[in-house]
């Protein structure tokens, strides 16, 4: 729990818990009110029982997703969204509203706890705040950061902040969806404001070649077609601010054009295209290869996943001060393609060409990459970090399996992909 000044945590439970009994109180009114019992209006009796406040208490209703109207299961499944949240930072700059949402996702049961997510203050300031905590997975005997929280008590920050990296925005929405809906409602009741948060749509690899989707092919369309300009731009012929990053040397002096580059073949190293301008733009576009950001130089040769490419939109309150929807975190298909028709067919195109149960399993597996997961990833690592030890004991003559029993520890991986198959073969 983070270091809040004396009775802050005690008064925002004491405060939660009275919202509680006041909504049950207020059900309990009304069912009063609506039924007759033993053959008397109970209506008519309640002018002279006193219901503590019941009727002029303005607590919104509590429950697991905060009483919003919020989808159930069955109804988010049925409206599967083929992009996802992938990078979130919201801001609250009342002290107080900031202790009352921390109550409840920052304690012992809250959602942080009950996503197995560890929090780790430190008297150390982050993003011009006083004091922060580290939000970190624990794998194996490695922690993963995947978000921050942080603080003020006083000054031009006062209030505090929540960051989630995409793999912390993933983990709540493919893993524990409910809370993810909870920590919505949180930012609804005290008046969270996004002051940055990224789209992703990822395109895999076999859909891509399908298609002749890659990161040039998109780029042209943006620079020659437009295709991430917004409908409402006053000026249709404006040109937008673009840059690109990586060795695009193959395609600007090797002599390959982007109709007839190959992501397979060409630049392993990755490919990157930005649309707009981070500094002034509110909106903000990436196109990369992803997949061989995430693989690098231990890809396979031949591996469809070096042809997999994200596009990620990037919407900020710099330059325009807009407000952000919070509402972009239950339908972020809905705000990845605002405005902006060329975006909206990339990404109805692919969503038309997977059934619900596909989307899922194609999240699912880029979020277990991007969790680093991937046993292939790690015997690459492996042999460059100790690879060299290896060889050295068997040119000394030890036996393989002597080796293999002092590096060996007593307990396995608990969560991986095994995709060496190939490898091993």
């Known amino acids: 729990m983070m270091n809040l000044p004396k009775g802050h945590i005690e008064k925002a439970r004491k405060h939660r818990n009275q919202a509680k009994e006041l909504q049950a109180e207020r059900e309990a009114l009304q069912s009063l009110k609506s039924n007759n019992v033993g053959g008397m209006v109970v ?47 919201a801001t609250c700059t009342d002290l107080e509203s900031f202790i009352s949402t921390m109550s409840d996702v920052d304690s012992k049961g809250g959602i942080l706890d009950q996503a197995n997510v560890i929090v780790r203050w430190t008297e150390k300031g982050l993003h011009g705040y006083d004091q922060s905590a580290k939000l970190l997975l624990q794998r194996d005997n490695d922690n993963l950061t995947i978000g921050h929280i942080a603080m003020a008590e006083a000054g ?47 395109l895999d690899g076999e859909y891509c ?54 992501p397979i073949e060409h630049c392993p190293a990755g490919l990157t295209a930005y649309i707009g301008s981070r500094k002034g733009s509110a909106d903000f576009f990436r196109i990369y290869e992803k997949g061989k950001e995430l693989l690098g130089a231990e890809a396979e040769p031949e591996s469809m996943d070096r042809a997999w490419v994200r596009v990620e939109h990037e919407m900020s309150r710099k330059g325009t001060g807009r407000e952000i929807p919070l509402d972009v975190m239950l339908r972020p298909d809905e705000y990845f393609a605002l405005d902006r028709s060329g975006v909206r067919q990339l990404m ?13 399993q194609v999240q699912l597996s880029n979020f277990q990459r991007e969790k680093s997961l991937s046993i292939a990833k790690k015997v690459y690592w492996a042999k460059h970090s100790y690879g060299r030890l290896l060889k ?11 080796i293999i029993d002092w590096l060996t520890r007593s307990d396995g991986l608990k969560e991986f992909i095994f995709d060496v198959q190939e490898v091993a073969a």
């Open 348 to 360: 109805h195109e692919y969503r038309a060409s997977l059934s619900l149960e596909r989307v899922q």
């Open 209 to 262: 070649l399908e298609h002749g989707y890659t990161v040039p092919s998109l780029y042209g369309e943006a620079i020659n077609n437009g295709l991430f300009k917004s409908d409402k731009l006053r000026n249709p012929n404006m040109k937008q601010t673009s840059s690109i990053a990586g060795d695009w040397s193959t395609l600007l002096v090797g002599g390959v054009t982007p109709e007839s580059y190959d």
């Open 392 to 402: 050295t004991l068997q040119d000394e003559g030890l036996e393989l399996q002597q």
């Open 43 to 89: 209506g008519d009796m309640l002018q002279g029982v006193d219901f503590k406040g019941a009727q002029s208490a303005t607590y919104p209703p509590y429950c697991n997703t905060g009483g919003y109207g919020l989808p159930t299961k069955k109804q988010a499944k049925n409206g599967l969204q083929v992009t996802k949240i992938d990078w979130l930072r």
């Open 156 to 202: 031009r920050n006062k209030g505090g902040m929540i960051e989630l990296t995409g793999v912390g925005c993933k983990w709540l929405q493919l893993q524990y969806p409910d809370l993810w809906l909870e920590l919505y409602s949180l930012f609804i009741e005290f008046e969270w404001r996004f002051s940055r948060i990224d789209i992703a749509l990822d």
